[in-house]
């Protein structure tokens, strides 16, 4: 099994692009012909599926491997993030997790779901840098089965629960975990982006081929800095603005009796139909006006 991705509604897919280095620094040797990143999805319910919400621009997160195909087995599955829609993926964090997004993405929490742990992890700036927070009294550990917020996405407080393992307790765990006393600062800067004294940057959309457009429109919105450690207000608005990007040779589709090879690159004709044939057609009964052939 192997994973695709689409930045055209479908018409082009794409394996993902795997990360370079792992979440320790270290460069991941594979080869360059089968190095994809491949991730579960909720038809898994051993692993992490992936993630994203409306409010937290660009971030998804998912668990998977980087090889040729997906892989089922526990010491060979990482967490992921793309901070970009899915063109470009960062690993981190060694093993599966269950994760939660909150503050229109500028606090993600996590925590490992396949073995009992005592704690979550946090992170201010998209998972650069983690911080444990411990859950459970004493020394009782528990396996975290999933980790939830209010519907919009854009509080600071979340709810953790999970199950204790055999012979621990014969309950399992509801925990509220609040980050508002956490708080340093609001961020500021909304009405001037991507200066030194703001917190916020823009974020284009795009796909590989097509560098800032994506779906024909150039679009922006607001969104905090990766390394700017500041809460947003609940009701921050994340406006944004379009305008319609340049075609390109993506944004046309072949003719008939024309394809591209492998999908991408400039339509070339098909040898299946001789020129005569193309033309070989008669006009509907229901057509009025005039009939294009080609």
Request: net charge negative.
């Amino acid at each position: 099994m192997k994973t695709v991705i689409s930045f055209d509604k479908g018409s082009v897919w794409r394996q993902l692009t795997p990360p370079l280095y792992d979440s320790f620094g270290k460069k991941i040797y594979c080869k360059a012909e089968n190095c994809h990143l491949h991730l579960h999805s909720l038809s898994n319910n051993e692993f992490g599926p992936f993630y994203t919400t409306a409010n937290s621009m660009g971030i998804i997160i998912g668990t998977g491997n980087v090889g040729e195909y997906l892989s089922h087995n526990d010491g060979e599955i990482n967490t992921y993030l793309s901070r970009d829609g899915g063109v470009t993926w960062d690993e981190i964090a060694k093993g599966s997790h269950i994760y939660e997004i909150g503050d229109h993405g500028s606090i993600l929490v996590m925590a490992p779901n396949t073995i009992p742990v005592d704690y979550v992890i946090y992170s201010w700036n998209e998972g650069k840098s983690w911080h444990k927070l411990k859950i459970t009294e004493g020394d009782q550990k528990v396996i975290i089965t999933n980790i939830i917020i209010e519907p919009t996405n854009t509080a600071e407080k979340f709810v953790v629960y999970g199950t204790y393992p055999e012979g621990q307790a014969n309950s399992g765990l509801v925990a509220a975990v609040d980050f508002f006393p956490l708080h340093d600062r609001w961020c500021k800067g909304a009405d001037k982006p991507e200066t030194t004294d703001s917190d916020y940057e823009y974020w284009n959309p795009h796909s590989e081929a097509v560098p800032n457009c994506l779906l024909g429109r150039d679009m922006k919105y607001l969104r905090k800095k990766r390394d700017a450690e500041c809460f947003n207000s609940e009701a921050t608005e994340k406006w944004s603005y379009s305008k319609a990007c340049q075609c390109t040779e993506s944004d046309w589709e072949c003719d008939f009796d024309y394809f591209r090879k492998d999908g991408e690159g400039a339509c070339v004709s098909s040898t299946t139909l001789k020129p005569a044939d193309i033309h070989n057609f008669t006009t509907p009964e229901y057509c009025q006006d005039f009939f294009y052939i080609s």
